[in-house]
Nanobody
């Protein structure tokens, strides 16, 4: 089994900052890509940012220059530093990881339960 647990969401005023964390645990052999997605009410889930095991990153245009994704491979943890937050960033943020489990020759996608981020004055 593999579990992803997010933390760090909450209520913040426009222009504020938050840092999300996601810890991956379980029978892990290797973690490839790790990323963050978000889903606002009435909208589809969308990519926010991803990072690959080699260090490359990719961001949605809406968050470029404001959000930073990073990972601590030793801790199986991915972070999302969010600055200059806007009301339109309000959503449930989900962690995603591409994980190869011990004893398996392939990887699968796993998701966290989500953490609410609300940007409002």
């Amino acid at each position: 089994q593999v579990q992803l647990v997010e933390s760090g969401g909450g209520l913040v005023q426009p222009g504020g900052s938050l840092r999300l964390s996601c810890v991956v645990s379980g029978s892990i052999f290797k973690i490839n890509g790790m990323g963050w997605y978000r889903q606002a009410p009435g909208k589809l889930r969308e990519l926010v940012a991803v990072t690959q095991s080699g260090g490359s990153t990719n961001y949605a245009d809406a968050v470029k220059g404001r959000f930073t994704i990073s990972r601590d491979s030793a801790k199986n943890t991915v972070y999302l530093e969010m600055n200059s937050l806007k009301p339109e960033d309000t959503a449930v943020y989900f962690c995603n990881a591409d994980v190869q489990r011990l004893g398996y020759g392939w990887s699968s996608q796993y998701w966290g339960q989500g953490t609410q981020v609300t940007v409002s004055s």
